[in-house]
């Protein structure tokens, strides 16, 4: 079978991903609901502190100014084909949407 990496745009509620996030830094990878760092993103299904399980990723270096981005994606996605990948930069922008809107709602 030949694959190969085709980005599928859905509507989704940015709420609905973060408490499931695992975002993955230079090295190691950080839930996004807690905020507990120096998670190994390659392994871990649940965080260790608030232990949310894991349904999706992204990666702070994979934002589309980053050359290279796609051979990282493509390796996040081979460690963890178990997890949905979300684009950063789609995420970050819709979380400060959301936080805006909270703001503005408060
Ligand atoms: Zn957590």
């Known amino acids: 079978m030949d694959k190969s990496f085709i980005r599928v745009w859905e509507e989704k509620d940015v709420k609905e991903i973060e408490p499931y996030l695992l975002i993955v830094g230079e090295v190691m990878g950080d839930c996004a609901k807690c905020k507990e760092v120096g998670l190994d ?19 702070r270096e994979a934002t589309s100014s980053k050359p290279g981005r796609f051979t ?8 963890r084909p178990d997890l949905i990948f979300i684009d950063y930069d789609d995420y970050k922008s819709a979380s400060g949407h959301s936080r805006a809107k909270s703001i503005f709602n408060d």
């Not at 993103?41 to 992204?58: D, H, L, M, Q, S």
């Not at 990282?72 to 460690?79: G, P």
């Open 72 to 79: 990282l994606i493509r390796r996040i996605h081979f460690k």
């Open 41 to 59: 993103y390659g392994a871990a299904k649940e965080c260790p502190k608030c232990k949310t399980v894991f349904r999706y990723i992204t990666s």
